[in-house]
């Protein structure tokens, strides 16, 4: 992922919507640049790709994150969950008062934030 005057491109597999957050394409590959639209009210500011699973970080301190999301149920195969999701909206109810993620990384299997409390 690269970003050029805060527009976010992907190239390469694009089989779990790793690359535009929409479209499953199972063995797919974008052999050029392609442009991912991110729904987000700030300018990107940073960005980061991981297996099958992309993020963005903004300068309003929202992460985005699209691509690679798989549930579960016993037994049944794996199935992606499509678009686009703000990570700050599902980590709320876990956040203190006046707390904001502030940073993220990407592994294989998990992600991790790290959180502070705002400035009064």
């Known amino acids: 992922m690269v970003v050029d005057e805060r527009e976010v491109y992907g190239v390469g ?6 690359l535009d957050g929409e479209s499953i394409h199972y063995r797919s590959s974008e052999p050029f640049p392609r442009k991912v639209l991110v729904p987000t009210r700030g300018s990107i500011v940073r960005v980061k790709a991981k297996n099958s699973r992309s993020c ?3 300068d309003q301190g929202e992460v985005w994150y699209w ?3 798989t549930l579960q149920e016993k037994g049944e195969r794996p ?6 999701r703000l990570l700050n909206r599902e980590v709320e109810g876990l956040l203190k008062t006046g707390e904001r993620i502030v940073d993220f990384e990407m ?4 992600d991790v934030l790290l959180t502070e409390k705002s400035p009064q």
């Open 13 to 18: 597999s694009n089989g779990l919507g790793e």
């Open 56 to 58: 963005a970080f903004t």
């Open 67 to 69: 691509g690679g999301l």
């Open 79 to 84: 199935h992606q969950i499509e678009g686009f």
């Open 107 to 110: 592994g294989y299997a998990h």
